[in-house]
């Protein structure tokens, strides 16, 4: 059964502060895995968008990385701001389905 | 601005009754999908929509129902609306691949239409 798992669920990290985010998947034929920000109340927002073939991808302070022989994801996330706190969703597609996870809500505190 | 409209932002209505949630796509996207979004929940797709014609269906209930019109304008149908359809219901498009875009099935997500359902 094609499924996206995330942890943790909810994360409490300090300004300033690194923290990682995982997402395993079970989705087969794997096609790309995007991670994408959703502040509350708005539509998700795309960070990064790996393929088979790419294991790291970056986008400022944001940084996924993929491994496809072990099926796991992560966005790591460096020097958190305030601005940071959202949700944080995982999404994998294979050829014709699209699996989201249920996301990961980071709150960055003063 | 995502190039994803969504309208209306918000809406309040009574159990039992019917609405309709609009979404344009951003220019040049031919597939449309359609997500519910409860309180604190995560998406659930409901349907997409490809070039007008219906491509995938997940937990969409028979009370819903849409349709994506020839100039890819979509509709999303909620009716017998009950307290529980209350939720965040987002649009999303993309582009197809191999037409010079990420060919990776981007989705680019409208800001949301809020139904309350009293």
């Known amino acids: 059964k094609n499924q996206v798992e995330q942890s943790p669920q909810s994360l409490i990290i300090l300004e300033g502060k690194n923290c990682t985010l995982q997402c395993n998947y079970t989705v087969s034929p794997f096609s790309n895995l995007r991670w994408y920000k959703q502040d509350t109340g708005r539509g998700p927002v795309s960070l990064t968008i790996?393929?088979?073939?790419?294991n790291t991808k970056s986008n400022g302070r944001y940084t996924a990385t993929l491994d496809a022989d072990t099926k796991q994801s992560s966005l790591h996330i460096t020097a958190s701001q305030l601005s940071d706190s959202a949700s944080y969703i995982c999404?994998?597609?294979?050829?014709?389905?699209?699996?989201f996870g249920a996301g990961t809500r980071l709150t960055v505190k003063p | 601005d995502s190039g994803v409209t969504q309208t209306p932002k918000h809406l309040i209505t009574a159990t039992g009754q019917r609405v309709t949630l609009r979404c344009s796509p951003r220019?040049?996207?031919?597939?449309v999908y359609w997500y519910q979004q409860s309180l604190d929940q995560g998406l659930q797709f409901l349907i997409q929509y490809y070039n007008g014609e219906e491509r995938a269906k997940g937990n969409i209930l028979e009370r819903f129902s849409a349709q994506q019109f020839p100039d890819l304008h979509s509709e999303l149908n909620l009716s017998s609306l009950e307290l529980g359809d209350s939720a965040l219901y987002f649009c999303?498009?993309?582009?197809?691949?191999?037409?010079?875009?990420?060919?990776?099935?981007?989705?680019?997500f409208g800001a949301g239409s809020r139904l309350t359902v009293l």
């Open positions: 999303a498009s993309s582009d197809p691949p191999g037409t010079g875009g990420s060919g990776a099935n981007v989705l680019t």
């Open positions: 999404v994998v597609s294979a050829d014709n389905d699209m699996r």
């Open positions: 790996m393929t088979f073939s790419e």
């Open positions: 220019s040049g996207d031919l597939s």
